[in-house]
């Protein structure tokens, strides 16, 4: 069955970097895209970006650019997103999310979540 | 930015109720292809998201025939029939036809 698992929680303070993986299990890792999205605390989803495990490449919301880098390791399957010059109002739960198909119709749907990655950014 | 409001924020329903939430964008999410690049998601109280619908009317699978989604461009409704106790949590709505994606804000369905 596929499953995504993502590290557990984190503490970071203002101005480190952050690094989350999601490593992957169950079908073809370089046939999906995977996404990453975070849920601050009682709020709603926010968008990251997305990563083609295939080639590497990846498209970077605007609000993350410069900040946010997501590459993938195709030995151990698994994919990181990496996020830099921390602040306060980074702390979420962060998601990756692995798309219904490789196709158009489905590469921007979200079938499979992993279990999120809770982050607290705080002096 | 394509822009997802929903409404209710809440939904307090009976059990065997039917129950409707409407999610509308300011842009039509409608592709050339014909599709219409809606999902709806579930978050249940502690849980990840669950996907309900995607491409504005097809049931993922293990899905619930209770549960339906239906519309165009960018007015979209998802129904349950008759809801169950286990149907609480925040349902979403969000569009994938442009990035950045975006979700609706969420209504969040308690049982009566």
């Known amino acids: 069955q596929v499953q995504l698992v993502q590290a557990g929680a984190e ?9 989350v ?41 605007q609000k993350f650019q410069g900040r946010v880098t997501m590459t993938r390791d195709t030995s151990t399957r698994t994919v990181y997103m990496d996020l ?23 590469y921007r749907t979200f079938l499979y979540w ?10 | 930015d394509v822009v997802m409001t929903q409404s209710p924020l809440s939904l307090p329903v009976t059990p065997g109720e039917a129950a409707s939430i409407s999610c509308r964008s300011n842009q039509s999410l409608l592709h050339t292809n014909g599709y219409n690049y809606l999902d709806w998601y579930l978050q ?7 996907l309900l619908i995607y491409l504005g009317s097809n049931r993922a ?4 025939d209770r549960f ?30 442009q990035t950045p994606l975006t979700f609706g804000g969420g209504t969040k369905v308690e049982i009566k």
């Open chain 1, 21 to 61: 993986s999601c490593k992957t299990s169950g079908y073809t890792f370089t046939s999906y895209f995977i996404h990453w999205v975070r849920q601050a605390p009682g709020q709603g989803f926010e968008w990251m970006g997305v990563i083609n495990p295939s080639g590497g490449s990846t498209v970077y919301s």
């Open chain 2, 44 to 50: 249940k109280p502690g849980q990840s998201p669950q």
């Open chain 1, 84 to 106: 830099s010059s921390l602040r306060s109002d980074d702390t979420a739960v962060y998601y990756c999310a692995r798309v219904r198909s490789g196709e158009v119709s489905g």
């Open chain 1, 11 to 19: 503490v970071k303070k203002p101005g480190a970097s952050l690094v």
């Open chain 2, 61 to 64: 699978s293990g899905v619930p």
């Open chain 1, 114 to 123: 992993g279990q999120g990655s809770l982050v607290s950014v705080s002096s």
């Open chain 2, 68 to 97: 339906s989604g239906s519309g165009s461009g960018s007015d979209f409704t998802l129904k349950i029939s008759r809801v169950e106790a286990d149907d609480v949590g925040v349902y979403y709505c969000m569009q994938g036809l």
